[in-house]
Protein backbone atom coordinates (compact mmCIF):
# COMPACT_ATOMS: atom_id res chain seq x y z
CA UNK A 1 0.00 0.00 0.00
CA UNK A 2 1.13 3.41 -0.80
CA UNK A 3 1.36 6.15 1.96
CA UNK A 4 -0.80 8.96 1.52
CA UNK A 5 -0.44 12.77 1.74
CA UNK A 6 -3.53 13.26 4.61
CA UNK A 7 -4.32 16.49 2.73
CA UNK A 8 -4.57 15.66 -0.22
CA UNK A 9 -4.72 12.44 -0.81
CA UNK A 10 -2.17 12.09 -3.24
CA UNK A 11 0.97 9.22 -2.84
CA UNK A 12 3.84 10.44 -1.92
CA UNK A 13 6.02 9.75 -4.21
CA UNK A 14 3.48 11.92 -6.58
CA UNK A 15 3.74 15.42 -3.89
CA UNK A 16 7.00 15.59 -4.10
CA UNK A 17 7.25 15.32 -8.10
CA UNK A 18 4.65 17.97 -8.46
CA UNK A 19 6.35 20.08 -5.85
CA UNK A 20 9.43 19.73 -8.09
CA UNK A 21 7.55 20.67 -11.09
CA UNK A 22 6.51 23.80 -9.44
CA UNK A 23 9.73 24.73 -8.26
CA UNK A 24 11.24 24.15 -11.61
CA UNK A 25 8.41 26.43 -13.37
CA UNK A 26 9.02 29.20 -10.64
CA UNK A 27 12.26 28.88 -11.57
CA UNK A 28 11.90 28.73 -15.22
CA UNK A 29 9.34 32.24 -14.72
CA UNK A 30 12.08 34.28 -12.52
CA UNK A 31 15.29 33.54 -15.24
CA UNK A 32 12.08 34.81 -18.12
CA UNK A 33 11.30 37.85 -16.28
CA UNK A 34 15.52 38.49 -15.51
CA UNK A 35 15.92 37.85 -19.55
CA UNK A 36 12.98 39.91 -20.57
CA UNK A 37 14.20 42.38 -18.38
CA UNK A 38 18.05 42.15 -19.68
CA UNK A 39 16.81 42.45 -23.12
CA UNK A 40 15.08 46.02 -22.49
CA UNK A 41 18.21 46.69 -21.13
CA UNK A 42 19.63 46.13 -24.32
CA UNK A 43 16.90 47.61 -26.57
CA UNK A 44 17.32 50.88 -24.64
CA UNK A 45 21.01 51.53 -24.50
CA UNK A 46 21.11 50.61 -28.34
CA UNK A 47 18.59 52.38 -29.03
CA UNK A 48 20.64 55.43 -27.23
CA UNK A 49 24.21 54.57 -29.21
CA UNK A 50 25.99 53.05 -26.28
CA UNK A 51 26.48 49.45 -28.50
CA UNK A 52 29.13 48.25 -25.91
CA UNK A 53 26.38 48.37 -22.89
CA UNK A 54 24.45 46.59 -24.91
CA UNK A 55 26.51 43.79 -26.21
CA UNK A 56 27.36 43.55 -22.45
CA UNK A 57 23.91 42.94 -21.22
CA UNK A 58 22.71 40.71 -24.54
CA UNK A 59 25.57 38.31 -23.46
CA UNK A 60 24.65 38.48 -19.71
CA UNK A 61 21.45 37.69 -20.58
CA UNK A 62 21.80 35.23 -23.10
CA UNK A 63 24.33 33.42 -20.58
CA UNK A 64 21.51 33.20 -17.95
CA UNK A 65 18.98 32.01 -20.36
CA UNK A 66 21.87 28.98 -21.26
CA UNK A 67 23.37 28.01 -18.57
CA UNK A 68 19.67 27.91 -16.36
CA UNK A 69 17.39 26.13 -19.01
CA UNK A 70 19.97 22.90 -20.15
CA UNK A 71 20.55 20.00 -17.83
CA UNK A 72 24.44 19.65 -18.67
CA UNK A 73 24.92 22.85 -17.13
CA UNK A 74 23.61 22.35 -13.98
CA UNK A 75 26.93 21.81 -12.08
CA UNK A 76 27.50 26.09 -13.51
CA UNK A 77 24.62 27.38 -12.21
CA UNK A 78 26.12 27.96 -8.74
CA UNK A 79 29.41 29.94 -9.89
CA UNK A 80 27.40 31.87 -12.60
CA UNK A 81 26.17 34.73 -10.06
CA UNK A 82 30.39 35.22 -9.43
CA UNK A 83 31.63 35.01 -12.95
CA UNK A 84 28.94 37.68 -14.00
CA UNK A 85 29.60 40.27 -11.71
CA UNK A 86 33.18 39.46 -12.14
CA UNK A 87 32.49 39.98 -16.31
CA UNK A 88 30.17 43.35 -15.36
CA UNK A 89 32.44 45.19 -12.36
CA UNK A 90 35.73 43.88 -13.46
CA UNK A 91 36.63 42.73 -17.15
CA UNK A 92 33.72 45.11 -19.08
CA UNK A 93 35.38 48.10 -17.20
CA UNK A 94 38.86 47.05 -18.21
CA UNK A 95 38.15 46.29 -21.80
CA UNK A 96 35.82 49.85 -21.53
CA UNK A 97 39.24 51.21 -20.60
CA UNK A 98 41.52 50.06 -23.11
CA UNK A 99 39.11 50.86 -25.53
CA UNK A 100 39.35 54.37 -24.26
CA UNK A 101 42.87 54.08 -24.80
CA UNK A 102 42.86 53.94 -28.29
CA UNK A 103 40.53 56.77 -28.87
CA UNK A 104 40.74 60.61 -28.36
CA UNK A 105 38.29 60.42 -25.78
CA UNK A 106 38.04 63.96 -23.70
CA UNK A 107 35.97 67.17 -22.62
CA UNK A 108 36.40 68.39 -26.04
CA UNK A 109 35.56 65.14 -27.94
CA UNK A 110 32.66 63.65 -25.80
CA UNK A 111 29.96 63.91 -28.00
CA UNK A 112 29.12 61.34 -31.04
CA UNK A 113 29.32 63.09 -34.40
CA UNK A 114 25.72 62.40 -34.76
CA UNK A 115 25.02 64.94 -31.55
CA UNK A 116 27.79 67.65 -32.92
CA UNK A 117 26.33 67.72 -35.92
CA UNK A 118 23.19 68.35 -34.14
CA UNK A 119 24.14 70.92 -31.86
CA UNK A 120 26.02 72.97 -34.17
CA UNK A 121 23.21 73.09 -36.81
CA UNK A 122 21.04 74.16 -33.62
CA UNK A 123 23.53 77.53 -33.37
CA UNK A 124 21.56 80.55 -33.86
CA UNK A 125 23.08 84.36 -34.01
CA UNK A 126 21.14 87.82 -34.64
CA UNK A 127 20.76 89.22 -37.64
CA UNK A 128 22.50 92.07 -38.65
CA UNK A 129 20.92 95.64 -38.72
CA UNK A 130 17.40 94.16 -37.55
CA UNK A 131 17.65 94.21 -33.88
CA UNK A 132 14.69 96.06 -31.34
CA UNK A 133 15.72 98.05 -28.78
CA UNK A 134 13.68 96.61 -25.36
CA UNK A 135 12.02 98.35 -22.78
CA UNK A 136 9.90 97.39 -19.70
CA UNK A 137 6.36 98.79 -18.55
CA UNK A 138 4.62 97.99 -15.55
CA UNK A 139 0.84 97.27 -15.92
CA UNK A 140 -1.38 95.91 -13.23
CA UNK A 141 1.42 93.87 -11.64
CA UNK A 142 2.07 92.63 -14.80
CA UNK A 143 4.50 93.78 -17.24
CA UNK A 144 4.99 94.52 -21.23
CA UNK A 145 8.09 94.41 -23.62
CA UNK A 146 7.98 97.37 -25.85
CA UNK A 147 10.19 96.84 -29.07
CA UNK A 148 11.52 99.56 -31.04
CA UNK A 149 13.85 99.04 -34.13
CA UNK A 150 15.93 102.09 -35.97
CA UNK A 151 13.89 101.91 -39.00
CA UNK A 152 10.88 102.88 -37.06
CA UNK A 153 9.17 99.42 -36.35
CA UNK A 154 7.14 99.36 -32.87
CA UNK A 155 5.82 96.44 -31.37
CA UNK A 156 4.33 95.52 -27.74
CA UNK A 157 3.16 92.60 -25.99
CA UNK A 158 0.24 91.51 -23.98
CA UNK A 159 0.73 91.98 -20.21
CA UNK A 160 2.78 89.19 -18.75
CA UNK A 161 4.13 87.31 -15.64
CA UNK A 162 7.82 87.87 -15.87
CA UNK A 163 7.97 85.27 -13.24
CA UNK A 164 7.68 82.17 -15.37
CA UNK A 165 10.75 81.39 -16.86
CA UNK A 166 10.29 78.51 -18.96
CA UNK A 167 10.26 78.98 -22.96
CA UNK A 168 7.45 79.78 -24.59
CA UNK A 169 6.06 81.82 -27.37
CA UNK A 170 4.68 85.04 -27.01
CA UNK A 171 2.44 87.06 -29.92
CA UNK A 172 3.47 90.97 -30.23
CA UNK A 173 1.84 93.51 -31.99
CA UNK A 174 2.80 96.37 -34.07
CA UNK A 175 1.91 100.09 -32.28
CA UNK A 176 2.39 103.86 -33.06
CA UNK A 177 3.99 104.86 -29.63
CA UNK A 178 4.97 103.98 -26.71
CA UNK A 179 3.31 103.31 -23.63
CA UNK A 180 2.38 106.39 -21.93
CA UNK A 181 4.10 105.14 -18.11
CA UNK A 182 7.86 105.27 -17.39
CA UNK A 183 9.79 102.45 -18.60
CA UNK A 184 11.22 100.18 -15.69
CA UNK A 185 15.26 101.03 -14.85
CA UNK A 186 17.95 98.84 -15.88
CA UNK A 187 17.91 96.69 -13.05
CA UNK A 188 14.20 95.43 -13.74
CA UNK A 189 15.94 94.14 -16.88
CA UNK A 190 18.43 92.67 -15.01
CA UNK A 191 15.91 91.04 -12.57
CA UNK A 192 13.65 89.23 -15.49
CA UNK A 193 16.92 88.21 -17.89
CA UNK A 194 16.54 84.20 -17.72
CA UNK A 195 12.62 84.63 -17.76
CA UNK A 196 13.37 87.17 -21.02
CA UNK A 197 15.53 84.97 -22.15
CA UNK A 198 13.25 82.03 -22.73
CA UNK A 199 10.66 84.23 -24.80
CA UNK A 200 9.85 83.92 -28.47
CA UNK A 201 8.22 86.64 -29.73
CA UNK A 202 6.71 86.54 -33.05
CA UNK A 203 6.08 89.59 -35.21
CA UNK A 204 2.42 89.62 -37.32
CA UNK A 205 5.09 88.86 -39.86
CA UNK A 206 5.70 85.66 -38.49
CA UNK A 207 9.36 87.17 -37.39
CA UNK A 208 10.71 85.43 -34.70
CA UNK A 209 12.76 87.46 -32.50
CA UNK A 210 15.28 86.57 -29.00
CA UNK A 211 16.74 88.08 -26.77
CA UNK A 212 20.11 88.77 -28.26
CA UNK A 213 21.58 91.32 -25.75
CA UNK A 214 20.77 92.65 -22.46
CA UNK A 215 18.55 95.11 -23.99
CA UNK A 216 18.30 94.31 -27.53
CA UNK A 217 15.73 91.72 -28.97
CA UNK A 218 16.34 90.07 -32.77
CA UNK A 219 15.61 87.74 -35.35
CA UNK A 220 17.64 84.99 -34.76
CA UNK A 221 19.38 82.67 -37.95
CA UNK A 222 20.59 79.40 -37.73
CA UNK A 223 24.41 79.78 -38.18
CA UNK A 224 25.25 76.59 -39.94
CA UNK A 225 23.50 75.20 -42.75
CA UNK A 226 24.08 71.34 -43.73
CA UNK A 227 25.19 70.12 -47.55
CA UNK A 228 24.74 66.92 -49.22
CA UNK A 229 28.51 66.34 -48.66
CA UNK A 230 28.07 66.32 -45.11
CA UNK A 231 30.21 69.64 -44.64
CA UNK A 232 28.69 72.32 -42.78
CA UNK A 233 28.70 76.30 -44.06
CA UNK A 234 28.93 79.05 -41.73
CA UNK A 235 26.75 81.74 -42.66
CA UNK A 236 28.43 84.13 -40.26
CA UNK A 237 31.62 83.87 -41.10
CA UNK A 238 31.24 82.86 -44.72
CA UNK A 239 32.97 79.69 -44.60
CA UNK A 240 32.85 75.89 -45.28
CA UNK A 241 33.26 72.72 -41.92
CA UNK A 242 34.79 69.81 -43.12
CA UNK A 243 34.24 66.64 -40.95
CA UNK A 244 37.68 65.49 -40.01
CA UNK A 245 37.53 61.56 -39.26
CA UNK A 246 41.39 61.98 -38.12
CA UNK A 247 41.03 64.35 -35.65
CA UNK A 248 37.13 64.07 -34.27
CA UNK A 249 36.37 67.80 -34.94
CA UNK A 250 34.93 70.11 -38.00
CA UNK A 251 37.43 71.91 -39.38
CA UNK A 252 37.71 75.31 -41.21
CA UNK A 253 39.38 76.22 -44.38
CA UNK A 254 41.73 77.86 -42.45
CA UNK A 255 42.58 74.65 -40.22
CA UNK A 256 40.68 76.12 -36.99
CA UNK A 257 38.63 73.29 -35.32
CA UNK A 258 35.53 73.67 -34.24
CA UNK A 259 34.47 72.02 -30.52
CA UNK A 260 32.67 70.41 -29.81
CA UNK A 261 34.23 67.14 -31.25
CA UNK A 262 33.37 63.12 -31.07
CA UNK A 263 35.99 60.35 -30.35
CA UNK A 264 37.72 58.66 -33.11
CA UNK A 265 39.87 55.90 -33.56
CA UNK A 266 43.55 56.90 -32.56
CA UNK A 267 45.38 53.74 -32.75
CA UNK A 268 48.68 53.34 -30.30
CA UNK A 269 48.94 57.39 -30.33
CA UNK A 270 48.72 58.13 -26.73
CA UNK A 271 50.85 54.83 -25.76
CA UNK A 272 53.66 56.43 -28.36
CA UNK A 273 53.22 59.93 -26.84
CA UNK A 274 53.85 59.27 -22.67
CA UNK A 275 56.75 57.19 -24.06
CA UNK A 276 58.27 59.54 -26.68
CA UNK A 277 57.23 63.42 -25.89
CA UNK A 278 59.26 64.47 -23.49
CA UNK A 279 56.98 66.91 -21.62
CA UNK A 280 54.85 63.89 -21.11
CA UNK A 281 57.75 61.51 -20.74
CA UNK A 282 59.77 63.29 -18.53
CA UNK A 283 56.99 63.54 -15.49
CA UNK A 284 55.61 59.83 -16.32
CA UNK A 285 59.38 58.40 -15.97
CA UNK A 286 60.16 60.89 -12.55
CA UNK A 287 56.31 59.38 -11.24
CA UNK A 288 57.08 55.49 -12.10
CA UNK A 289 60.19 55.48 -10.80
CA UNK A 290 59.10 57.25 -7.29
CA UNK A 291 55.50 54.68 -7.52
CA UNK A 292 57.89 51.83 -7.23
CA UNK A 293 60.66 53.35 -4.78
CA UNK A 294 57.43 54.40 -2.40
CA UNK A 295 55.98 51.17 -2.70
CA UNK A 296 59.09 49.18 -2.09
CA UNK A 297 60.20 51.25 0.50
CA UNK A 298 56.61 51.17 2.53
CA UNK A 299 56.85 47.08 2.53
CA UNK A 300 60.75 47.65 3.89
CA UNK A 301 59.27 49.88 6.45
CA UNK A 302 56.43 48.76 7.71
CA UNK A 303 57.93 44.67 7.44
CA UNK A 304 60.92 45.94 9.50
CA UNK A 305 58.68 48.01 12.20
CA UNK A 306 56.58 45.13 12.45
CA UNK A 307 58.58 42.53 12.74
CA UNK A 308 60.90 44.23 15.51
CA UNK A 309 57.66 44.79 17.39
CA UNK A 310 56.24 41.17 16.94
CA UNK A 311 59.85 40.15 18.45
CA UNK A 312 59.58 41.94 21.30
CA UNK A 313 56.15 41.17 21.95
CA UNK A 314 56.79 37.23 21.96
CA UNK A 315 60.13 37.61 24.97
CA UNK A 316 59.09 35.98 27.75
CA UNK A 317 60.19 38.76 30.38
CA UNK A 318 57.47 40.98 28.82
CA UNK A 319 54.90 41.96 30.87
CA UNK A 320 51.59 43.51 30.28
CA UNK A 321 52.08 41.81 26.73
CA UNK A 322 48.32 42.47 26.27
CA UNK A 323 47.92 45.79 26.47
CA UNK A 324 51.20 46.54 24.74
CA UNK A 325 49.79 44.73 21.58
CA UNK A 326 46.25 46.08 21.87
CA UNK A 327 47.94 49.73 22.00
CA UNK A 328 50.24 48.81 18.66
CA UNK A 329 47.25 47.95 16.82
CA UNK A 330 45.05 50.88 17.74
CA UNK A 331 46.45 52.44 14.51
CA UNK A 332 45.17 49.93 12.43
CA UNK A 333 41.44 50.44 13.70
CA UNK A 334 41.05 54.15 13.24
CA UNK A 335 39.99 54.53 9.92
CA UNK A 336 42.90 55.74 7.39
CA UNK A 337 41.58 58.71 5.96
CA UNK A 338 41.45 60.11 9.79
CA UNK A 339 45.29 59.33 10.63
CA UNK A 340 45.88 61.13 7.17
CA UNK A 341 44.42 63.92 7.73
CA UNK A 342 45.19 64.06 11.49
CA UNK A 343 49.29 64.00 10.05
CA UNK A 344 48.44 66.79 7.82
CA UNK A 345 47.54 69.10 10.19
CA UNK A 346 50.70 67.89 12.77
CA UNK A 347 52.65 68.53 9.50
CA UNK A 348 51.35 72.00 8.93
CA UNK A 349 54.21 74.14 8.01
CA UNK A 350 53.39 77.11 9.90
CA UNK A 351 50.99 75.65 12.50
CA UNK A 352 51.92 72.17 13.42
CA UNK A 353 53.16 70.13 16.04
CA UNK A 354 55.92 68.70 14.39
CA UNK A 355 57.84 71.50 13.43
CA UNK A 356 56.79 73.81 16.65
CA UNK A 357 58.98 70.86 18.18
CA UNK A 358 61.62 71.21 15.35
CA UNK A 359 61.86 74.85 15.99
CA UNK A 360 62.21 74.31 19.47
CA UNK A 361 64.51 71.67 19.90
CA UNK A 362 66.94 72.56 16.80
CA UNK A 363 65.57 75.73 15.60
CA UNK A 364 64.16 74.58 12.36
CA UNK A 365 61.14 74.13 10.47
CA UNK A 366 61.05 72.16 7.26
CA UNK A 367 59.16 73.17 4.30
CA UNK A 368 57.07 69.60 4.47
CA UNK A 369 54.81 70.29 1.58
CA UNK A 370 57.10 72.52 -0.95
CA UNK A 371 60.25 70.73 -1.05
CA UNK A 372 59.58 67.38 -2.79
CA UNK A 373 62.27 64.93 -0.87
CA UNK A 374 60.74 66.15 2.85
CA UNK A 375 57.02 65.55 0.99
CA UNK A 376 58.02 62.66 -0.26
CA UNK A 377 59.82 61.37 3.12
CA UNK A 378 56.69 63.10 4.81
CA UNK A 379 54.49 60.14 2.81
CA UNK A 380 56.79 57.13 3.87
CA UNK A 381 56.10 58.22 7.57
CA UNK A 382 52.61 58.59 7.98
CA UNK A 383 52.64 55.44 5.56
CA UNK A 384 54.64 53.39 7.62
CA UNK A 385 52.58 54.22 10.82
CA UNK A 386 49.19 53.49 8.83
CA UNK A 387 50.97 50.35 7.41
CA UNK A 388 52.92 48.33 10.59
CA UNK A 389 50.04 46.78 11.97
CA UNK A 390 49.30 44.96 9.29
CA UNK A 391 52.75 43.39 9.79
CA UNK A 392 52.74 43.48 13.51
CA UNK A 393 49.52 40.83 13.13
CA UNK A 394 51.45 38.82 10.33
CA UNK A 395 54.52 38.40 12.13
CA UNK A 396 53.03 37.35 15.40
CA UNK A 397 51.12 34.64 13.63
CA UNK A 398 53.91 33.56 11.98
CA UNK A 399 56.45 33.68 15.17
CA UNK A 400 54.19 32.01 17.14
CA UNK A 401 54.12 28.98 15.00
CA UNK A 402 58.07 28.50 14.98
CA UNK A 403 58.99 25.51 17.40
CA UNK A 404 60.72 26.61 20.85
CA UNK A 405 63.30 23.96 20.55
CA UNK A 406 65.09 26.07 17.74
CA UNK A 407 65.11 28.86 20.33
CA UNK A 408 66.58 26.19 22.81
CA UNK A 409 69.01 24.75 20.76
CA UNK A 410 70.26 28.01 19.79
CA UNK A 411 70.63 28.90 23.50
CA UNK A 412 72.63 25.98 24.35
CA UNK A 413 74.97 26.65 21.41
CA UNK A 414 75.22 30.17 22.93
CA UNK A 415 72.95 32.28 20.74
CA UNK A 416 71.51 35.65 21.66
CA UNK A 417 68.54 37.12 20.91
CA UNK A 418 70.11 38.84 17.96
CA UNK A 419 71.32 35.83 16.31
CA UNK A 420 67.49 34.25 16.92
CA UNK A 421 66.10 37.11 15.15
CA UNK A 422 68.36 37.12 12.14
CA UNK A 423 69.08 33.30 12.12
CA UNK A 424 66.56 31.52 13.29
CA UNK A 425 62.98 34.03 12.96
CA UNK A 426 63.51 35.60 10.33
CA UNK A 427 64.52 32.76 8.00
CA UNK A 428 61.36 31.11 8.61
CA UNK A 429 58.79 33.73 8.69
CA UNK A 430 59.95 35.29 5.13
CA UNK A 431 58.78 32.19 2.89
CA UNK A 432 55.18 32.62 4.13
CA UNK A 433 55.20 36.15 4.02
CA UNK A 434 57.00 36.81 0.38
CA UNK A 435 53.63 36.62 -1.38
CA UNK A 436 51.72 38.86 1.29
CA UNK A 437 54.80 41.67 0.91
CA UNK A 438 53.98 41.33 -2.63
CA UNK A 439 49.85 42.20 -2.13
CA UNK A 440 51.00 44.84 0.17
CA UNK A 441 53.20 46.38 -2.62
CA UNK A 442 50.39 46.23 -5.01
CA UNK A 443 48.49 47.97 -2.72
CA UNK A 444 50.49 50.78 -2.16
CA UNK A 445 51.34 51.01 -5.95
CA UNK A 446 48.02 51.86 -5.83
CA UNK A 447 47.69 54.05 -2.77
CA UNK A 448 45.73 56.86 -3.90
CA UNK A 449 43.69 57.74 -0.85
CA UNK A 450 47.09 58.59 1.01
CA UNK A 451 48.52 60.90 -1.87
CA UNK A 452 44.45 62.64 -2.53
CA UNK A 453 44.67 63.69 0.97
CA UNK A 454 48.14 64.47 2.27
CA UNK A 455 49.62 65.84 -0.50
CA UNK A 456 47.62 66.15 -3.44
CA UNK A 457 50.26 65.36 -5.42
CA UNK A 458 52.27 68.46 -4.90
CA UNK A 459 54.56 70.37 -5.27
CA UNK A 460 54.02 70.12 -9.18
CA UNK A 461 56.75 68.82 -11.17
CA UNK A 462 58.38 72.07 -13.12
CA UNK A 463 57.88 72.00 -17.24
CA UNK A 464 55.08 69.38 -17.05
CA UNK A 465 52.21 69.57 -20.06
CA UNK A 466 49.81 67.42 -17.93
CA UNK A 467 49.13 67.85 -14.09
CA UNK A 468 52.14 66.17 -12.17
CA UNK A 469 53.17 66.28 -9.31
CA UNK A 470 56.77 64.66 -7.28
CA UNK A 471 54.88 63.13 -4.63
CA UNK A 472 52.25 61.34 -6.99
CA UNK A 473 52.17 57.74 -8.18
CA UNK A 474 51.10 56.58 -10.95
CA UNK A 475 46.83 56.27 -9.83
CA UNK A 476 46.42 59.91 -8.88
CA UNK A 477 48.87 60.93 -12.26
CA UNK A 478 46.14 59.00 -13.69
CA UNK A 479 43.23 60.79 -11.91
CA UNK A 480 44.82 64.46 -12.29
CA UNK A 481 45.13 63.73 -15.99
CA UNK A 482 41.28 62.33 -16.43
CA UNK A 483 39.33 64.87 -14.46
CA UNK A 484 41.78 67.69 -13.18
CA UNK A 485 43.31 68.39 -16.10
CA UNK A 486 41.59 71.62 -18.30
CA UNK A 487 41.58 69.02 -21.38
CA UNK A 488 40.21 65.88 -19.13
CA UNK A 489 42.43 63.46 -21.71
CA UNK A 490 40.83 60.44 -20.93
CA UNK A 491 42.41 59.13 -23.90
CA UNK A 492 45.95 59.25 -22.41
CA UNK A 493 44.48 58.89 -18.59
CA UNK A 494 42.98 55.35 -20.02
CA UNK A 495 46.60 54.44 -21.63
CA UNK A 496 48.37 54.69 -18.25
CA UNK A 497 45.65 52.93 -16.70
CA UNK A 498 46.44 49.72 -18.59
CA UNK A 499 49.83 50.28 -18.26
CA UNK A 500 49.35 50.20 -14.89
CA UNK A 501 46.76 47.36 -15.14
CA UNK A 502 49.73 44.91 -16.59
CA UNK A 503 52.05 46.00 -13.81
CA UNK A 504 49.33 44.96 -10.89
CA UNK A 505 48.67 41.95 -13.24
CA UNK A 506 52.21 40.94 -13.74
CA UNK A 507 52.80 41.02 -9.62
CA UNK A 508 49.48 39.16 -9.23
CA UNK A 509 50.78 36.58 -11.37
CA UNK A 510 54.28 36.24 -9.45
CA UNK A 511 52.08 36.04 -5.90
CA UNK A 512 50.18 33.13 -7.26
CA UNK A 513 53.66 31.55 -8.17
CA UNK A 514 55.05 32.33 -4.97
CA UNK A 515 51.68 31.25 -3.09
CA UNK A 516 52.56 27.73 -4.73
CA UNK A 517 56.21 27.62 -2.78
CA UNK A 518 56.37 24.97 -0.14
CA UNK A 519 57.42 25.96 2.99
Not at 210 to 229: H, I, K, S, T, W
Not at 318 to 327: C, H, P, Q, V
Not at 373 to 387: C, D, H, K, Q
Amino acid sequence: MYTTNASRGLPRHRSRHLSERYTRWALRCVIAVLVIALLWLVMAFHLNGQWMFALLFLVLGGSLAVVFTKRTLMSHRYIFPAVAGLGVFVIFPLLYTIGISFSNYSSSNLLSEERVRGQLLSQTYPQAGDAFDLALYQEDGLVRLYLDSPQGQRFVSSPLNLANQETRQIGIQSVDAPPAQEPLGMRAIIQARDSLQGLRLLTPEGTELRMAGLRQFAPMVNRYEARDDGSLYDRRDDRVLIPDQTTGFFVADNGEQITPGWPVNVGFAHYAKIFTDPDIRGPFTQIFVWTFVFAALTVVFTLAVGFVLASLLQWNQLKGKAIYRTLLILPYAVPAFISILIFKGMFNQHFGEVNMILDTLFGIRPEWFTDPWLARSMLLIVNTWLGYPYMLLLCMGLIQAIPQDLYEASAVDGGGPLTNLFKITLPLIIKPLTPLLIAAFAFNFNNFVLIALLTGGNPDILGASTPAGTTDLLVSYTYRIAFQDAGQNFGLAAAIATLIFLLVAGMSLLNLRLSKVKV
